[in-house]
């Protein structure tokens, strides 16, 4: 079965991507630092979307795999942004930040042939 992922989802200040896209190529790094973080990787928005779907809350998202326990993968985050031990955050829109974990339900699926 596979992992748990952590799925964030964050917006950047109007005019400030440059900066928030700079902060988080050096938090992707910390995040990576965390016990249990296996993987991650960023997403944002592509201009291709589904005809009729409701836009993303978010234009930015990152996926973190877990490997272990979740809460203590959550708590591990929230310890390590409250004492500072990661680089302050630049750019992000601090009001737009979306945190959830999803554990997977049955096997993975795969074409055959």
Known sequence: MANPI?????????GEEAAFNEW??????????VPGIVAAQRYRVAATQAPGM????????ALYEI????????????????????????GIDESRIGM???EPVGERGEPQG
């Open 100 to 102: 959830w974990v999803f």
């Open 24 to 33: 988080y190529a050096e938090h992707l790094a910390e995040i990576l630092e």
């Open 67 to 90: 490997d272990g326990d979740p809460e203590a993968v959550l708590a591990e985050i929230v310890r390590r942004r409250r004492d500072g031990v990661w680089s302050p955050r630049r």
């Open 6 to 14: 952590l799925v964030a989802m964050v917006s950047a200040q109007p």
């Open 54 to 61: 409701a836009a993303p809350p978010h234009p930015n998202l």
